[in-house]
């Protein structure tokens, strides 16, 4: 009976349109994903490493809910929509053979459907490396185990658990809806739980709950090197294991149930149940029952059929709100917006106050897929609702004018846009309201939502109707539209071409501060606003035209129709739309293109290239230094204009005359005014427009230490609005710039592309390095941050609007009005280094006094009037880093101290002499209320406050390594102020987002991995590596004696006036000098080599000895990993480390309320490598014990160091 | 008032040659279609409510162009669909009340007065409040029926509209018709002869898109009186007969078969004349225009 069954299935499904077109589809996402080059990672990962084919199968399962709900829910369902069930099930079958026959032969069906992905996967890598989208060698050869085994792994376990449960609810329920929203639902649900277990303490709780093995997957490969990557297929072991046990049994289970339930009978007469009728009381009020029809008055008035039009928009409205694919879809759709909201902006694990900025912007999260799925979708049912019901007989043959029912078809969508816009506002309040934040700011919620966001949602609403009327056919429609939006998805992001105008429904971005509003941002939203809508307009006009009123559905008829209905008045109405499309659209070409330089991504990178070739030929020329800067700069925030005068005291420093200068600018925008030379015009010698490097003829040869003194002034100005870019530098409220407004001098290697493949293409040669090494004589010549300048005098006068204040490093000598602008003058009264910032705001200041044993400090910070709350913690951590830095590396080189915020364009601070540039969005408006949360304002601040004696004491070489002096410094140094204040706790804490931080950045490295020696461009390692090791070091050998060599070093290098400037290697030398014989090997581990650990505890146990006494026996595993910069193995550690080793009682809090570890034992141990047991006695009862149990060595499986203790036999 | 229907073409674009030249005038009262199933009545009566179009060809009413003045049409119609369906979660009082609206009746109090009242002649007074997607099928054809009334629709189309309705509600829908207005032209389509023969002033056979047959019901069957013949014969005599005579119609009667012939004289003495009724029209026009045996 089940062979019956299960082979008809088959041979029913084969030949099923439907079928083919699942394949088909996965087919082609699979071929379009790897052909256009998949997941971005590193370079050296191939695109079809069996990594990346094992995550996107992962991400197929979660999609792949829909195509399995679709396959798995109708086999049953079938024979109860076709009526088939009333005769069929009175034939001599069983019911599991039919039941298990169906299952089986759909489950096969499925699996053929599921190759289609990899028949695409593979085509993509065949044609990927001809269509040119990412290089050949970023495809390895085609390897079927590395699409076998994933499948086998995840793919195919996936397709089963979804496939088995959905097949059981439509058999258990018969309803196939259950089966369509219980899909999106699901589908909702998984992505939301994923959302949330990314904070789940328990890693392998989340691992073994994720039905479709994805977290398990992750934890196991999250950390892999690009080599591994490229090599590696995740081993089914450990909780991935477990995991995919655990589903496959669940799925045997619901199918065993369905097969216990599932009952023919039950089957046939259920159906009809349903609701009880309500038994009307037969109405006897017949009334006067009329014999003849009252007769009535038709009246057929514009202003009838425009009230017909929004009558019948509400019923049609009214119909989409009770539809439950449509409630479904926006109770998901809240669900996300809820999360995000609620989630929020969080920075190193700690929230941000829930302002109406991140309430706006959670639209943009999970919501708007939503969106465009309920936008597509709906427009396809109503524009088909009449013919799908076979209710368009009826009325396509009423007295109404097309426009009426058309246009009421597009006022229901209308008001389901606004519904989707007020969501947002709603959800915002509420998650607002539940946070206990109540400053609402409704004017930039209803600015936001209904004259920005709106039209777009209108915009997308006209195409989805367009095409659903032309195209005709509902599931064609949705196709179509969907694919028109991933074809414009594909040509944005993959074919990195962002031209908004060209781009239906596309506009720049821009984004809500507190300080600026919303800005500039206006102008550019509005037009491209109009714009699109213009246009989505002018497809409507032509849709009407061919609106499918009637029988007929040819397109002999419909444009036999569409001839008919066009009269003047649509013909006025084209015109008034092409105008206004046109109209807009040349003003937006105008900003964009004209009084603004767009071009696409590709020519941005030969321009790179070309420069570099044209240019780099200059990179060793000698030009002058600065020695002294007094500058005057107007700042006009209304017009978002600057003009800067600067008179530069420059010197040649070397025994090579200069007779040229040349003048790198930073872009088009800053235009050079007037160039004088000791009063004498200086000579344009070539100007190049196109790279805006110029030569210019001096009037007299520099020789070795003349001096001259050189004017510039310049003008920089934003013209209209540019296709993408905030242009924040000059802004209404929060104008922040730095040294770049003027020209730097000589070629400058910073812009040169440095990806190996890029540099190929351009036959520019791999570019390994960007700094020479550090013995280097010209790169010991120059500092890092600048090379124009070694230590400069400076001294400003800053002018900006009478209510703002404008800012720069140096001390206030005089601030006036004058002309209606208020003046500022400031002057540093020490040398410092030329890198300088312009800031002006409407700020409140808040003042402060640090006083140290012979120094005091004037803390001032610039604030918008309303961010006050964190202040303190600003002001604290100057403090704390003022006695902690003054204490242990040297006195503050200056006087002030000043802190001031800029609006949220950028996330990030900035240490300039004596004032610290810090984000809107970095700490200001934190929610620290959680003492579990870390204090990032506190920690940054130290950050910035550190790079003041770690970049601008001491002034790091333009060599390899340099930027660990500034940047691993100032982290080390934060972490020890951050340790003063919130105590050990909070520093693993941080240390763990700076460990994580470091393994994922090495595993997404496109060059190869480079140490703290010689690093010159990886973040991740000069901060996150760079302060994790020193935070080891200090506590190896003890933070005294590490500041101590800090201090040594300080006193050689700081300051110093002339070259050579400091390198890595006298850092090293200090650290070393500190350094124990015995731990030499560390320093040689971590500043030269990639070393990883994998310390793992295997056994912890007890027994109990009496008195509070315990013995605890640990069994551990110690290795340490050393691997080359690819990430590939290179050999093991068989040398003892010092290691620790710890035994801790329940966990208690800190003074300030962290969570914090008790040790009844803990004590360094020199630990041989490879397994080994240890035993232990300690006083008070063992809960848990561990090797490196505080995670200070840096390893990739971190949870596994600590286990809990159990009581030995 | 006046329907007239001059030359009228239809082609599908699957080929089908729907309406084939068809010439019809049709006066005020009661106009019956009669065809047997994909004649071509609903096509006919689709072109004539705006539904579709024409390949060539003009329909007239009075002096306004049915095939160009949509509007016009569509202001004075009333149409029956054959197949139509409804919004499931709208009640039938707001559905109709909806459609008097589209339909141009503006003042609220009338739109009230007649949709009550039509409710009430057909029958749906006591489910007014209940969701149409509740209805059962003859339910439904009520339903539309009194879409189809609402508004003093001057012209009215039904295509079917008995079909599924028990016995009594097809009496009370037949008397709801004569109660319309004399002004009034309805064109009724069926395949139940006795309709027309009950309801009809005037009426048309179509078969294959053509008329074959024009005219009052009664003078109809006049013109073959004399014509038919009758005869109860075995079953397994039948095809003989076909092949020899013009069987037009077959029916059973007490285990044997009775057959109608068409012709002229008494084919032979065996075969009586029989008393001739629409049906033996229908049955004959039919039998002669159609290309595939009946």
Known sequence: ?1209 | MQLTITNLDKVYPNGVHAIKNVNLTISNGMFGLLGPNGAGKSSLMRTISTLQEADSGSVFLDDMDVLKDKDGVRRILGYLPQEFGVYPKVTALTMLDHIASLKGIANKKERKEVVEALLQKVNLWQHRNKNLGTYSGGMKQRFGIAQALLGNPKLIIVDEPTAGLDPTERNRFHNLLSEIGENTIVILSTHIVEDVTNLCENMAIICEGSVVAEGNPTELVKEVQGNIWEKSIEKSELDAYQAKYNVISTQLKAGKKEIHVWSDSQPDASFTEARATLEDVYFHHIAENSSVPI
């Not at chain 1, 993509?124 to 040119?132: D, R, S």
């Not at chain 1, 920005?452 to 195409?463: I, K």
């Not at chain 1, 120094?855 to 961010?867: A, D, G, K």
């Not at chain 1, 004590?1163 to 090797?1187: C, D, F, L």
């Open chain 1, 1 to 1209: 009976m089940f062979w019956q069954i299960f082979t008809f299935e088959l041979k029913y499904r084969i030949k099923r349109p439907a079928t083919w077109a699942y394949f088909g589809i996965l087919a082609l996402f699979g071929c379009f994903i790897f052909a256009a080059g998949g997941i971005s990672g590193s370079e050296k990962a191939h695109i079809n490493s069996p990594f990346i084919i094992s995550a996107i199968l992962g991400i197929m399962s979660i999609f792949g809910i829909l195509i399995s709900a679709a396959v798995m829910g109708v086999p049953v369902y079938r024979d109860e929509e076709h009526k088939v069930k009333h005769y069929y099930f009175t034939y001599p079958i069983s019911e599991s053979g039919y039941l298990l026959g169906r299952y089986f032969g759909s489950m096969l069906i499925l699996f053929l459907i599921s190759i289609g992905f990899h028949v695409g996967v593979i085509l993509g890598v065949m044609i990927g490396p001809g269509l040119g989208f990412e290089e050949p060698e970023r495809f390895a050869a085609i390897n079927l185990w590395h699409h076998i085994q994933p499948s086998m792994t995840i793919f195919w376990p996936n397709l089963i658990f979804t496939g088995t449960l959905f097949f059981a609810l439509v058999a258990l329920t018969r309803k196939v809806f259950i089966s369509y929203v219980g899909s999106v639902l699901f589908l909702i649900g998984y992505l939301l739980a994923i959302n949330l277990s990314g904070d789940l303490d328990n890693q392998h709780l989340a691992a073994l709950l994720d039905p479709f093995g994805i977290n398990a997957f992750n934890d196991i490969t999250k950390y892999w090197t690009p080599v591994e990557q490229n090599t590696l297929v995740a081993p089914l072991t450990g909780d991935f294991l477990t995991n995919r046990l655990i589903w496959l049994i669940a799925s045997a289970l619901v199918l065993g149930f369905t097969l216990f339930r599932f009952d023919f009978t039950k089957f046939v007469t259920g159906g009809k149940k349903g609701k009880k009728v309500k038994a009307v009381a037969a109405e006897t009020s017949q009334k006067n029952l009329l014999d003849i029809l009252p007769s009535v008055n038709l009246s057929f008035s514009n202003s009838l059929f425009v009230s017909q039009l929004f009558s019948q928009g509400w019923l049609e409205f009214k119909n989409i709100l009770v539809d439950w694919y449509f409630r479904a879809m926006i109770i998901g759709g809240v669900i996300f917006l809820g999360v995000d909201a609620y989630m929020g902006n969080k920075i190193y694990g700690t929230p941000s106050l829930p302002l109406t900025n991140y309430m706006i912007e959670s639209k943009n999260g999970t919501y708007i897929i939503f969106v465009f799925i309920i936008l597509i979708f709906f427009t396809g049912e109503v524009v088909h609702r009449d013919k799908t019901l076979k209710f368009s007989q009826i009325t396509d043959a009423l007295p109404v004018p097309n426009w009426v029912t058309y246009g009421s078809k597009f006022w229901a969508l209308t008001l389901v846009c606004i519904f989707m816009a007020t969501l947002v506002i709603v959800v915002g309040v509420f998650s607002q309201t539940l946070q206990g934040y109540f400053n609402y700011e409704f004017g930039k919620y209803f600015t936001d939502l209904y004259l920005l966001e709106l039209p777009n949602y209108l915009q997308l609403t006209m195409l989805a109707f367009f095409v659903h009327i032309m195209v005709n056919k509902k599931f064609l429609g949705h196709i179509v539209s969907i694919g028109i939006w991933l074809v414009l998805f594909g040509i944005n992001s993959i074919g990195e071409f962002n031209y908004n105008m060209a781009l239906y429904s596309y506009r720049p971005g821009y984004r809500i501060s507190d300080m600026n509003g919303f800005g500039h941002f206006f102008e550019a939203q509005n037009s491209f606003n109009i714009y699109w809508l213009a246009f989505g307009g002018i497809l409507l006009l032509i849709g009407n035209l061919f609106w499918n009123r009637g029988s007929e559905s040819s397109w002999k008829s419909r444009l036999k129709l569409a001839k008919q209905r066009y009269n003047k008045r649509t013909l006025v109405w084209m015109i008034g739309l092409l105008v206004l499309w046109i109209g807009t659209g040349a003003f937006i070409y105008n900003n964009v293109s004209v009084k603004n330089t767009w071009m696409t991504s590709k020519e941005g990178e030969k321009r790179r290239a070309d420069f570099e070739k044209k240019y780099s030929k200059y990179k060793h020329l000698t030009q002058p230094k600065i020695t002294k800067v007094t500058v005057n700069v107007d700042i006009f925030p209304q017009e978002r204009r600057v003009l800067a005068k600067g008179d530069f005291v420059i010197v040649n420093k070397t025994a090579i005359p200069i007779d040229t200068l040349h003048f790198n600018m930073a872009g088009s925008r800053p235009k050079i005014l007037e160039a004088t030379i000791d009063g004498e015009e200086l000579k344009p010698g070539i100007l190049d427009t196109v790279f805006n490097y110029h030569r210019y003829v001096m009037p007299k040869t520099m020789n070795y230490g003349d001096t001259m003194l050189m004017h510039l002034t310049i003008e920089s100005a934003h013209k209209g609005f540019p296709n993408e870019g905030f242009g924040s530098d000059i802004v209404d409220n929060g104008t922040f710039f730095n040294t770049s407004i003027f020209p730097s001098m000589g070629y400058s290697t910073q812009g040169e592309l440095t990806s190996d493949l890029d540099r190929k293409k351009y036959d520019l040669g791999v570019k390994e390095y960007g700094l020479p090494e550090q013995t280097d004589s010209i790169g010991t010549c120059h500092l890092l941050f600048d090379d124009d300048a070694d230590y400069v005098d400076y001294e400003a006068i800053v002018s900006t609007d009478p209510d703002q204040i404008a800012i720069s490093p140096g001390y206030l000598q005089r601030e006036w009005e004058e002309n209606g602008r208020k003046y500022f003058h400031y002057k540093m009264d020490s040398p410092m280094l030329n890198f300088y910032n312009f800031c002006s705001a409407k700020y409140a200041v808040t003042k402060d006094v640090w006083k140290g044993d012979s120094q005091t400090v004037n803390i001032e910070i610039y604030h918008h009037p309303t961010h006050t709350q964190n202040i303190d913690r600003f002001i604290k951590s100057v403090k704390v880093s003022m006695d902690y830095y003054t204490q242990n590396f040297s006195p503050f080189q200056f006087r002030q101290m000043r802190i001031l915020e800029f609006p949220r364009y950028a996330n990030f601070a900035q240490s300039f002499a004596n004032t610290v540039p810090y984000s809107e969005d970095f700490g200001w408006v934190g929610d620290f209320s959680d003492p579990e949360d870390t204090d990032y304002a506190f920690n940054v601040t130290a950050h910035e406050v550190a790079h003041q004696w770690w970049a601008h004491q001491v002034t790091p070489s333009a060599t390899r390594g340099s930027n660990q002096i500034s940047e691993s410094m100032a982290e080390y140094a934060a972490l020890m102020v951050l340790k003063e204040e919130y105590g050990e706790e909070a520093i693993f804490k941080f240390l763990e987002y700076e460990v994580n931080s470091y393994l994922r950045g090495r595993s997404g490295e496109s060059k190869f991995e480079k140490t703290l020696m010689d690093n010159d461009n990886q973040a991740y390692v000069w901060y996150r590596k760079g302060g994790s090791i020193l935070y080891a070091l200090q506590d190896y050998i003890t933070a005294d004696s590490l500041n101590l060599a800090f201090a040594n070093y300080i006193k050689a290098a700081a300051f110093r006036a002339e070259a050579p400037f400091t390198t890595t290697l006298e850092w090293f030398d200090f650290i070393q000098a500190k350094t124990p014989d015995s731990l030499r090997y560390f320093l040689d581990d971590s500043f030269h080599k990639i070393t990883l650990y994998e310390n793992r505890m295997k056994e912890a146990t007890y027994t109990d000895l009496g008195n509070d006494e315990y013995e605890v026996t640990l069994k551990f595993d110690s290795q340490k990993i050393y691997y080359d910069g690819n990430g590939k193995e290179l050999e093991r550690g068989l040398t003892p480390n010092l290691l620790e080793i710890g035994i801790f009682a329940e966990d208690g809090k800190n003074e300030t309320g962290m969570t914090k570890k008790m040790p009844l034992f803990h004590e360094k141990r020199w630990i041989e490598p490879g397994e080994q047991s240890m035993t232990i006695r300690v006083k008070g009862k063992p809960v848990k014990a561990g090797i490196d149990p505080y995670n200070k060595m840096i390893d990739r499986v971190s949870d596994d160091n600590l286990m809990n203790c159990e009581e030995g036999e």
